[in-house]
T-cell receptor
Framework: NAGVTQTPKFQVLKTGQSMTLQCAQD?????MYWYRQDPGMGLRLIYY???????DKGEVPNGYNVSRLNKREFSLRLESAAPSQTSVYFC?????????????FGDGTRLSIL | AQSVTQLGSHVSVSEGALVLLRCNYS??????LFWYVQYPNQGLQLLLK??????LVKGINGFEAEFKKSETSFHLTKPSAHMSDAAEYFC?????????????FGTGTRLAVRP
């Protein structure tokens, strides 16, 4: 019963390097989300995809890009990593665009940028 | 835009004591509200959700929350704290957008349980 799977779990990058965070869900959900979590700031939405083929900016999209590869997969890319992007990144999914639909979360990717 | 305020970033209670975690929301339309729990090094798990069917919502692990429209609150309670309840708790409100739905999270309350 995997749910939402994120890879990698940990990563250390140097400033200016690029990398892609992977996310896959096996619940046949339509909507997927990327958040970052920083101490004292809760979760902030980076990008989301309401359905396959669509993506939209969230609260903090600068420095990130996303790809909704198919219904299952939603990746987050850092083109040129900066120390300010050191954070814990969470992917989530929900069944549909209904307002009462809870989101299901992966276990996160802990990213450090030196 | 919707917003959520969680009063108290840290709450400490004794084992067996009442747990009360506060959440207030701002919304111009009837909201959908959620409580999530996060254990160390894990993602968020849904505790309960309010979707207007009943003002008192029961969740997992003995938690419940009451929606009070007059106070714009959705506080989380548990009658008797257990050591395993130590975690961070997030309140969230659903924010309807034309291109889909988003959750807006509060900044979280870390619950410590003393033996």
């Amino acid at each position: 019963n995997a749910g939402v799977t994120q890879t990698p779990k940990f990563q250390v990058l140097k400033t200016g390097q690029s990398m892609t965070l992977q996310c896959a869900q096996d619940m046949n959900h339509n909507s997927m989300y990327w958040y970052r979590q920083d101490p004292g700031m809760g979760l902030r939405l980076i990008y989301y995809s309401a359905s396959e083929g669509t993506t939209d900016k969230g609260e903090v999209p600068n420095g990130y890009n996303v790809s909704r590869l198919n219904k299952r997969e939603f990746s987050l890319r850092l083109e040129s990593a900066a120390p300010s992007q050191t954070s814990v990144y969470f992917c989530a999914s929900s069944a549909s665009a209904g307002r009462n639909q809870p989101q299901h979360f992966g276990d996160g990717t802990r990213l450090s940028i030196l | 835009a919707q917003s959520v305020t969680q009063l108290g970033s840290h709450v400490s209670v004794s084992e067996g004591a009442l747990v009360l975690l506060r959440c207030n929301y701002s919304s111009s339309v009837p909201p959908y509200l959620f409580w999530y729990v996060q254990y160390p090094n894990q993602g968020l798990q849904l505790l309960l959700k309010y979707t207007s069917a009943a003002t008192l919502v029961k969740g997992i692990n003995g938690f419940e929350a009451e929606f009070k429209k007059s106070e714009t609150s959705f506080h989380l309670t548990k009658p008797s704290a257990h050591m395993s309840d130590a975690a961070e708790y997030f309140c969230a409100v659903s924010d309807r957008q034309s291109s889909g739905d988003k959750l807006t999270f509060g900044t979280g309350t870390r619950l410590a349980v003393r033996p």
